[in-house]
């Protein structure tokens, strides 16, 4: 729910859950998150796992090794929507 189009969950090096981000994480955990130089991904591409070493990270490094989705792309968050209360103008149409 906080990035919209997440290629990979996460595995938490804490805990051993797999989470879309940190964000949810620290919402559905009382703990913080274990910082770690190694990760664990799952593709929700192909559904595998892999690790990856994030002290010597490259570009090539930003695909999954088992079918090649680009994983590292940038986050789309939700974004809050102001509106106006009023009848719907499909029903109504004086107000347009």
Request: hydrophobic share 30%; charged share 35%; with cysteine.
């Amino acid at each position: 729910k906080h990035i919209l189009n997440a290629q990979v969950a996460i595995r938490a090096p804490c805990c051993r859950q797999w989470f879309d981000c940190a964000e949810c994480h620290a919402e559905a955990e009382t703990h913080r998150l274990k910082k770690t130089t190694e990760m664990a991904f799952m593709c929700k591409k192909c559904k595998k796992a892999f690790r990856k070493d994030m002290s010597n990270y490259e570009d090539s490094d930003e695909y999954c090794p088992h079918c090649d989705n680009h994983y590292v792309i940038e986050a789309k968050t939700p974004q809050a929507v102001l509106g106006v209360e009023g009848e719907d103008p499909r029903k109504d149409a004086r107000y347009v």
